[in-house]
C-alpha cells in the first residue's frame, strides 16, 4: 500500500520556523520525485517545491524562495521541508505528493503527481 504521512506541522509566530516531514511508504522512493503543496483557505492549491530524490535537484516558488529548503533522506524514504521566516501568508494545509516525473526544471503541477499525502495544518500568527 502506498503511504505519504505529513508530519511536523503546527502553530508559530510570525518569523518563527517550522519542520516538516512526509515519509513514503510501498513505492520505490528513488525513483519519484516529491513535491510540496500548500492551500489555504478559499485559495486554490499551489506548488511550493519540488525535489529529485535521485539527485537531489530542487525548485521552488518565487514566494519560498530564500526561506524554505526541501531535502531528501533517502535511507529513511522521507522527505523535508524546513521553512524559516514565516508569515501569516504561509498559513495553510501542507501536503506532499508522489511523481515519476524526475525531469522537472521548475514546479511542476498537481496533476502530474500519482500519489498524495493526507496533510498537514501549518498555521503562522501575526
Known amino acids: 500500500e502506498v503511504q505519504l504521512v505529513e508530519s511536523g506541522g503546527g502553530l508559530v509566530q510570525a518569523g518563527g520556523s517550522l519542520r516538516l516531514s512526509c515519509a513514503a511508504s510501498g513505492f520505490r522512493f528513488g525513483d519519484y520525485a516529491i513535491g510540496w503543496f500548500r492551500q489555504a483557505p478559499g485559495k486554490e492549491r499551489e506548488g511550493v517545491s519540488y525535489i529529485n530524490t535521485g539527485d537531489g535537484s530542487a525548485y521552488y516558488a518565487d514566494s519560498v524562495k530564500g526561506r524554505f529548503t526541501i531535502s531528501s533522506d533517502n535511507a529513511k524514504s522521507t522527505v523535508y521541508l524546513q521553512m524559516t521566516s514565516l508569515k501569516p501568508e504561509d498559513t495553510a494545509v501542507y501536503y506532499c505528493?508522489?511523481?515519476?516525473?524526475?525531469?522537472?526544471?521548475?514546479?511542476?503541477?498537481?496533476?502530474?503527481?500519482?500519489?498524495w499525502g493526507q496533510g498537514s495544518q501549518v498555521t503562522v500568527s501575526s
Open positions: 505528493a508522489a511523481t515519476l516525473y524526475t525531469r522537472a526544471t521548475t514546479i511542476i503541477p498537481e496533476h502530474e503527481y500519482d500519489y
